[in-house]
């Protein structure tokens, strides 16, 4: 089957009428900051003005000043959060560099950043522009030296994502900034990073047999040799993905994995629940990690287990779901002088699946 092809001109205008939206301002994204740790206490700042909005049941104080370092503190009856030395039910903050840091890790926003208390925790998001959370997003989730075209590809998943995943956090948020969704952690993109992002908006991945429109959007380390599809994974059929067989990840580390960890009773009774060897399995993947941690079953595809002096040793292929672009591969085509909308290509291969670039 061939692939379909389009005029970009006409997709992104297509685009653009769906979304309500004119050409050229994508709608904002609202993203969860420090999801991985639920924070009770952030400290805040900026080194230029921001407006500062303070809600104290329910009157509103708006000012606009340079904010010293503040600490935002969740407070233990779960009704009023703490700002400084006063007690507030929810603080925003608008500015082009808030820096928030929460148990060692730090976030800069450029954009709105909204605070309440849930629970004993704090809620913290921020709204910022679509350019932005790409750029981020994808910092997190490659490495300095990767090549430029793989970049590309990636960022055009990572932008189909955030279309398919906006319901998440709902209501007051899209996506979070940890593995959940798509990390989105990295406070510094570099030029390079930046440059991936824009000329990634110039191509399209879709699906059109549907009756609306698809947006493939996943992706994984290493395929292992050949890509799977959501139906034989997480057995719900999504448009656009194929099983493709790949032997561009073959140099990978995780191609072929094996690791051990100790048999202790608790792994002895998830190994024996487990499917014989071979099998897949996202589940056995996800409860082993959260047992042992995630480094030891590296992918969902376990092809064996033995147990000797006193531990379990697996063996398997490719690392993660092992569904969509494999970014190994993807690396690999790219170092060959492969373009980021052939890379795509190969990945998504399936007849519906259209690519468009704007040259
Ligand atoms: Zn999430
Ligand atoms: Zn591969």
């Known amino acids: 089957m061939l692939a379909t092809f389009f005029l970009c001109c006409a997709m992104l205008s297509a685009t653009a009428t769906d979304n309500q939206q004119p050409q050229g301002t994508p709608p904002p994204v609202r993203l969860l900051l420090f999801a991985q740790t639920t924070p009770r206490s952030i400290t805040i700042s900026s080194s230029s003005p921001v407006t500062v909005t303070t809600a104290i049941d329910p ?4 000012e606009r000043k340079r904010l010293p370092r503040t600490e935002i503190r969740a407070e233990r009856d779960g009704r009023m959060l703490r700002v400084g030395t006063t007690n507030a039910a929810s603080v925003v903050i608008t500015g082009e560099r808030i820096i928030l840091q929460s148990e060692g890790r730090k ?3 450029a954009g709105i950043v909204t605070i309440t208390q849930q629970g004993k925790q704090l809620r913290v998001v921020a709204t910022i522009a679509q350019q932005q959370y790409l750029s981020t997003a994808l910092a997190s989730e490659s490495a300095s030296g990767e090549p430029f075209q793989y970049l590309i590809a990636l960022s055009v998943l990572q932008r189909n ?6 319901n998440r956090h709902q209501p007051d948020a899209d996506l979070c900034d940890n593995t959940h969704c798509q990390r989105a952690d990295n406070t510094s993109p570099s030029k390079t990073v930046q440059r991936a992002v824009a000329a990634a908006a110039k191509i399209q991945l879709t699906d059109t047999t549907t009756d609306g429109t698809a947006y493939p959007c996943y992706y994984s380390a290493n395929c292992g040799g050949s890509t799977l599809t959501p139906k034989q994974v997480w057995g719900s059929s999504e ?3 194929s099983a493709v067989a790949c032997d561009f990840c073959r140099q990978g580390k995780w191609n072929r994995w094996q690791r051990a960890t100790a048999a202790t009773p608790q792994v002895e009774q998830l190994v024996r629940q487990a499917p014989p060897a071979p099998f897949l399995s996202d589940d056995f993947k996800i409860a082993m990690g959260r047992m042992v941690g995630f480094n030891v079953v590296l992918s969902n595809t376990v092809e064996n287990i033995e147990r000797r002096e006193g531990k379990f040793w697996f063996s398997g292929r490719g690392f993660g779901h092992r ?3 494999c970014c190994a591969g993807g690396m690999t085509l790219a170092k060959r002088g492969r373009a980021a909308a052939e890379i795509l290509r190969t990945y998504f291969p399936d007849a519906s699946v259209g690519v468009a670039e704007v040259k």
């Open 59 to 62: 009157p509103q104080k708006t």
């Open 239 to 241: 448009a656009g993905y």
């Open 107 to 109: 976030r800069v926003v």
């Open 323 to 325: 569904v969509g672009l």
């Open 161 to 166: 994502y955030l279309q398919t995943h906006r």
